[in-house]
C-alpha cells in the first residue's frame, strides 16, 4: 500500500479523489434508469418481466414472481443448519440493539387547557431491497429488516434479483423468513425500485425503500425520492483506521482488506502517528492480498483507493477522519476512547483493537447500513427512526387561545395573510 | 365549494388531482435548474450574481451580497416594536417545544466488557433557504433556524433573494437575528441553493439546506440530495377538517380559508359526518371569499382543490384523511381525541375548535414546515432530528470477541468474504 505524508495539498487531493466514487458523479446511467423506471410506471408487471429477461437471464411471469411457501421450505433444507443457528443468534442481537432506538410519543400539558405533543407512527409499508447476483449477503436481509420490524412496519416487501434459474439464493431466503419478511418477489435492479415505488398489478406501492444495490439502484432510488422516501444512497464500502504505535499492524492490515474486499471502488485507508506502524501494515497487507481468495479485488481496490497516510500528531489524524467522514472508522490507539470524544463524522465507531469492523458487519447489533462517500457529516446508520415519522399535536382551550388571539392576528398581519388572522379573530368576535 | 359525496371513486380522483401539484411532477423546470446549478459549481459568486440580477433584478456584488450589520440595525428601525415583541414571544414557544425533541448519545455495557450505542452529534454547519418577493414570512425564518440551533448546529448561513433595491426584508432580517442566523446572503432560487450545496468564494458548502421556496428551490434541492442532506421537498399548502355535526361551520370555514390563502395550488378540504355541516360551511365560505383581501387567490385555490366531502361514517372520513396525508389535520368533533388515535397521516394534528390552524404557524410552538402532498405517510414535521446525526458505537473486550469469533467467521465465510473472517481470525490464530 501506498504510504504518504499527510498535508494539506495530499488530503485536499484524497478528498476529491474519494468523491468521484459518488453515485452523485454517474450522470450516465441516468437516462437508462429513467426510461426503466417510466416503463415500469407505464407497462407494470409486463416491464418487470422484461426487464428480469433482459438483465437477470430469467424468466419470470405472474405465477413465479412471488416467493412460494415451498421455495422457502426448500431453502432450509438447502441452508447449513449451523448458519441458520447464527443467524438466529446475530438476529437477537441485532433486534437487541434497535430496541434501544425505539422513540415514543409525548405531550406536555399545561393547566390552561395547553397540549402539545408528538404522535410517532410507524411506516405502514417498506420496501427492502436486496442485491442477488455472485455475492449473496443474508446479513444485509437482516440488517434492513429488523429496523423496520421493531418500528412496527405492518408490512415489509422484499424484492431481490433471481438467478437465471429463475430462483433466489437459498441464504437470502432463509435469512429473510428469519428477520420477519412477508412478502418477497424476484425483482432487482432499477425496475424494482419502480415497481415499490409505483406499484404494479402484482407489487403494491410502498412508503419508503430501502437497502443497497448497485449504481443502478441507487440512481432510482435517487430519482423515486420525494414520491416515496428512501434511505441513502449507498455508495461503494470505506474503512478508515486510527491507529498509534501501540496498534498491532496484523490486525490494522487484515482489518482494512475486510473492507478492500467488498468491490474495486472500496476504500481502506489508515491515518497513523506511527511511521514504523505504516511500514508494518504496508508490509502485513502484502502478505495478506497474495493469501487471500479475493485478493484480485483487494489489489485494484488499494491501488485506488488504499492509502497509508501518516500524520504528525494524533489532532491531525482525527481531523483527517473527520474531513473523510468515513463509513466505517476503527480506533486503535492508547486512549480510543478519548479519541472517539472527538470524532464528529463517521458512520459506525469500533472501538479498541479487539472491535474489527466485521463484528459489526454480522453480529454485535448495530445496524452495517452505513452513511457512505462523505455523507456521515449529515446522514446517520439505518436504524429505526427510518421506519417511524412524526406527526405535531396541538390542542388549546379557549381560554388558552384567547391569551394569545391578539399576538397571533398582529403576527399574521404583518405577513399580510389576512384569512390566515381570520381564522383565529372569529372565534372571539362574537363575544 | 363544490359539496360530494364520497365514494371509492370520488377518493381516487381526489387523490390523484392532489398529486399533481406535487413538485416531481415538474420536470419541464428541471433541465433549467440544472443549467444554473452547473453554472454555480463552475462560476461561483459570478454566477449568483449574474442570476440575481437576472431574476431579482438587483445588483449584487461580492461588497454587497453579505448583509452588514448596519443593514440589520437599520431593520430594528423599521420594523414595527410589537411585531419584535411578538416574535420574541413566539421564539419562547418554539424553543420550548423543539428542547423536547432533543435525542442524547447512549450506550450499553456488559460485563464482560462489551459496549454498544449510539453517538448523537449536530451537524456543523447548516444552509436555510427563506423565500422572499412579495411575501415576506418572518415566522418560517423561525421555524426553520430554531430546530438547528437547538440541536447545536454551530454555524447557520441564511439565503434569501434580495428586493429589486438589493435590500432584503426588515422583518426578515430581524427574524433572522432574533432567531440566531449566523450569517445572511442576500441570493435565491436555484442558484443559492447551488452555492449552499457546492460553496462560492463567498459562501461557504454546508452539510444541510433546509427552508421552502418557490418550484425552482424545490427541483433545486432536490438535484443536490446526497451531495448535502435536504430536509424535504415542500409543496403547497394543505389543510384538511374533520368535523361532525357538533362543529362551528363559521370557525370551519376560516380554517380552511387560511391555506387556501397560501397560493392557487393550495388545498383545503373538509371532511364531514354531517350534510348540514357541509352546506353551512360552503356558504359560510362564500361570505368569507368576499371580505378577504386575499379573496382572489382563495377563490382559484378553491375552484381547483377545494373540496367539501360528505362521508357516511366518522370512520370513512378517517380513512380519506389517512390517505390524503395532509399537512395540516384539524379535528373538530365531538371527541377529537378519539379520532386522533386512529389518525396515522398528517404533518400535524390540530385538537378541538379552539386549535386553528395559525396557532400552529405563528404561534404554539410545533414547527410548521411539515410534509405536504401525501409524504406525511412517510415524512416528518422539521424538527431537532434533521440537524443531528448518528454514529454507532462498538467496543469489544478480548473475551467478548473470542466467545463469538467463530460464528462470525462462519458468517463471513457463508458470504465468501475470506478477508472478512481474517480480520477476526488473526485476533486469535497466535493463541
Known sequence: ?????????????????????????????????????DAVRKEKDKALFDYTEK??????????????????????????????????????????????QRQYS?????????ILGQKVTPLKRVGVYVPGGKAVYPSSVLMNIVPAKVAGVEEIVMVTPPGPNGKVAPNTLVAAREAGADVIYKVGGAQAVGALAYGTESIPKVDKIVGPGNIYVALAKKAVYGHVSIDAIAGPSEILVIADDSANPRYVAADLLSQAEHDELAS???????????????????????????GEIIQKSLDRYGYILVAETMEE?????????????EIQTRNPYEVMTKIRNAGAI????????????????????????????????????????????????????YKVHEDIEAFAAAEQLTAHANSVKVRFEEE
Not at 494539506?8 to 426510461?35: H, I
Request: proline content about 4%.
Open 1 to 37: 500500500m501506498r504510504i504518504q505524508h499527510l498535508d494539506q495539498t495530499t488530503r485536499q487531493n484524497l478528498l476529491e479523489d474519494l468523491l468521484k466514487r459518488s453515485p452523485n458523479q454517474y450522470g450516465e446511467y441516468e437516462q437508462g434508469v429513467l426510461e426503466i423506471l
Open 55 to 100: 438483465f437477470d437471464h430469467a424468466k419470470i411471469d405472474a405465477e413465479t414472481l412471488r416467493v412460494t411457501e415451498e421455495e422457502i421450505e426448500e431453502a432450509y433444507r438447502l441452508v447449513d443448519p449451523d448458519l441458520v443457528r447464527i443467524i438466529r443468534k446475530a438476529l437477537e442481537n441485532i433486534r437487541a440493539y434497535h430496541e434501544k
Open 106 to 114: 409525548w405531550f406536555d400539558s399545561r393547566p390552561d387547557g395547553t
Open 268 to 294: 481502506a485507508i489508515l491515518v497513523t502517528t506511527s511511521e514504523t506502524l505504516a511500514k508494518e501494515v504496508s508490509d502485513q497487507v502484502e502478505t495478506f492480498v497474495q493469501e487471500l481468495s479475493r
Open 317 to 329: 489524524a482525527i481531523d483527517t477522519a473527520n474531513e473523510i467522514a468515513s463509513e466505517h472508522l
Open 350 to 401: 469500533f472501538i479498541g483493537e479487539y472491535s474489527s469492523e466485521p463484528l459489526g458487519d454480522y453480529f454485535a447489533g448495530p445496524n452495517h447500513v452505513l452513511p457512505t462517500n462523505g455523507t456521515a457529516k449529515f446522514f446517520s446508520p439505518l436504524s429505526v427512526d427510518d421506519f417511524i415519522k412524526k406527526s405535531s399535536i396541538i390542542s388549546y382551550s379557549k381560554d388558552a387561545l
